[in-house]
């Protein structure tokens, strides 16, 4: 996984890469580099770590051209060094930037080192220039070789790729990768992310699976899996450049915390007519779609697959509609039995997520008839393979622990549940109450922000900790997984969540006074058996961090901290609850001095499997 910026411009475009590649390092960050042809010659910097480095190395011994290539790296073959950073180099006269697996790649290595090749990384990536070179010897152009290359290329891929005997021409080509085009003013520039070419341009071409583009300044040939010229509709994007910088915060990701209330109010925007849910705003053809469904299926990882949890009780307590949840990596290698007219639900904020991708298709495959993606990418993979869309309208989420992405994805499948449950048990009573709660949503969102300063003060709570518990219980328990996940992932303390009810099957032999329990205690029907919990905890002398509903918080139980919470309805509380989650393993991460926005080992879009 990675991020890849590239250009051909009648300007320098190092500066342009440079800029890009920080505006993509979210997707990985293990270590930067870029190559330009100049003079015929191609002029490579590579450095470990974050984009940072290499542009202060650039800094010390500049370099520059109007083709380039550039990328940062999250590595997944060979460990992360500056040999194994791309770009990767043939003969002196090729260049690749590489995202995605190849997996014949041992084979294509062999084949090429008894050739005489010399390979100089651990990557999977290096074979493909190694074969662009070889084919170069035997087809009359760059764009004849990639094509013979990646016809015999097994995986996933995004590619950039430049040759110093056409030093005007830029080749991209995707496969199982994202990759965009940005369309400028005599000159154009490819990306893994609109995100990284806002500062040139907001015209963009998103090519389709098995596409292979041919790029010169005043030149534009997309070619699709077939070979077959074609042509791809230029879109224009309502991003601005700003959209994706931090602001007045900190970190991203505490800015993203910030944005909920309003990404929630886009998310529900235009998606109600006198204040009834349309169904057309899953697509022209749901209502019929809906019509046929017996049950749902949802596919998701890691924070999606939390909020498909959520769903999966709403679904069936709400709507009466039978309802499973798969993590999506292990989907499709189970053998599993799905009916023909289950809906098929994937969640991923970026689409591109390769686990969910391939259990998508192999649901297809299983003979299952529709589909359906919450995502907050319109242009993505698993929108293009979806039949129904309901796109989140979060905006771009940068810091890797997602915030805003999953509290719109909750607010998205709610309303999936509104539109499915009209056929089953949902009663028009029931929905006019979730619209309304719907509604009250941002509000209360921004009334939870403000514990903000009362959370920084209860992080130091665990300043000196290394493992923690999360309780919750019905639909909080996912809230709960998804609180310890952020606190993970940030923080690196380890933590697990559990339902409140399994503690005496296990888990309390942890308990004592140096474990911290995080308790997620809303007002509804299960309140009375969570209590019984907490004390459980407490009388093992249990450090106990209770979010609770203000009307009923209290306690004179020293070994109990309760952080008051807004009333808020049972049906909404868990998109609520989980804020306050957020925010303490923000403060938590803050306070352990980790990088909050890039966590070790982690990169955003999960690309590759």
Request: net charge negative.
């Amino acid at each position: 996984m990675c991020g890849i910026v590239a250009g051909v411009a009648q300007r320098n475009v190092v500066p342009i890469l440079i800029e890009g590649l920080k505006r993509l390092e979210y997707r990985g960050y293990d270590s930067a580099g870029l190559a330009v042809i100049n003079q015929q010659q191609i002029f490579r910097k590579r450095e470990l770590g974050k984009v940072k480095g290499l542009e202060a190395l650039i800094a010390n011994d500049p370099v520059d051209g109007r083709l380039g290539i550039a990328h940062t790296r999250w590595a997944t073959h060979g460990k992360p060094s500056t040999r194994n950073a791309h770009p990767h180099i043939s003969m002196d006269k090729v260049a690749v930037v590489h995202n995605g697996i190849i997996e014949n790649h041992q084979q294509l290595r062999s084949a090429l080192q008894q050739q005489g090749y010399q390979f100089t990384s651990e990557t999977d990536t290096e074979v493909i220039v190694h074969k662009i070179a070889e084919h170069l010897q035997s087809t009359g152009s760059l764009l004849s070789a990639v094509q013979a290359t990646i016809a015999g290329l097994h995986g996933a891929y995004a590619l950039g790729v430049v040759y110093t005997d056409e030093p005007d021409t830029l080749i991209a080509c995707r496969r199982g990768s994202p990759l965009v085009i940005g369309v400028g003013i005599g000159e154009y520039f490819i990306a893994s992310d609109i995100a990284a070419l806002l500062p040139v341009t907001q015209r963009f071409i998103f090519l389709k699976e098995g596409d292979v583009a041919l790029l010169k300044i005043d030149t534009l040939e997309i070619y699709d899996q077939n070979g077959q010229r074609v042509e791809r509709p230029i879109t224009e994007s309502q991003l601005k450049a700003d959209a994706v910088d931090k602001g007045q915060y900190r970190h991203y990701m505490l800015k993203e915390i910030y944005e909920q209330a309003w990404a929630v109010s886009e998310t529900l925007e235009g998606r109600f007519i006198d204040n009834r849910l349309q169904e057309t705003s899953f697509g022209h053809n749901a209502p019929e779609v809906f019509d046929q469904i017996k049950s749902v299926l949802i596919l998701a990882c890691g924070t999606s697959y939390h909020a498909g949890l959520v769903a999966r009780y709403w679904f069936e307590e709400l709507a009466r509609v039978p309802c499973s949840i798969e993590v999506a990596s292990e989907f499709r290698y189970r053998n599993p039995v799905v009916a023909p007219d289950t809906l098929v639900v994937t969640i991923s904020q970026s689409g591109e997520t390769a686990d969910t991708l391939a259990a998508l298709l192999e649901a297809k495959r299983l003979g299952v008839r529709h589909s359906l993606v919450v995502c907050n990418a319109p242009e993505s993979s698993l929108v293009r393979e979806s039949d129904l869309v309901l796109m989140t309208r979060a905006g771009p989420e940068i810091g890797v622990a997602s915030t805003k992405a999953f509290t719109t994805q909750l607010v998205a499948l709610l309303m999936l549940v509104m539109a499915v449950g009209r056929r089953f048990g949902l009663s028009a009573e029931l929905e006019t109450q979730i619209v309304s709660e719907l509604f009250s949503l941002p509000g209360n969102i921004e009334k939870t922000l403000q514990l903000d300063s009362a959370i920084e003060t209860l992080s130091q709570r665990f300043a000196d900790k290394d493992n923690a518990l999360f309780l919750g219980r019905g639909t909080h328990y996912p809230i709960a997984m998804e609180g310890a996940l952020k606190l993970k992932e940030i923080s690196y303390i380890h933590a697990e969540a559990y339902p409140a009810g399994e503690l005496k099957h296990g888990p309390l032999a942890l308990i004592d006074s140096e474990m911290p329990v995080v308790t997620v205690a809303p007002n509804n029907s299960l309140l009375e058996k969570l209590k019984s919990n907490i004390q459980e905890v407490s009388a093992r002398g249990g450090q106990l961090i209770v979010f609770m509903d203000e009307a009923l918080a209290d306690s004179d139980d020293e070994n109990v901290w309760i952080e008051k919470m807004p009333s808020v309805n049972e049906i909404v509380s868990p998109i609520i609850y989980t804020i306050p989650l957020q925010l303490l393993s923000y403060h938590v991460a803050v306070l352990k001095g980790t990088d909050v926005d890039q966590p070790r080992n982690l990169a955003k879009s999960v690309t590759v499997e």
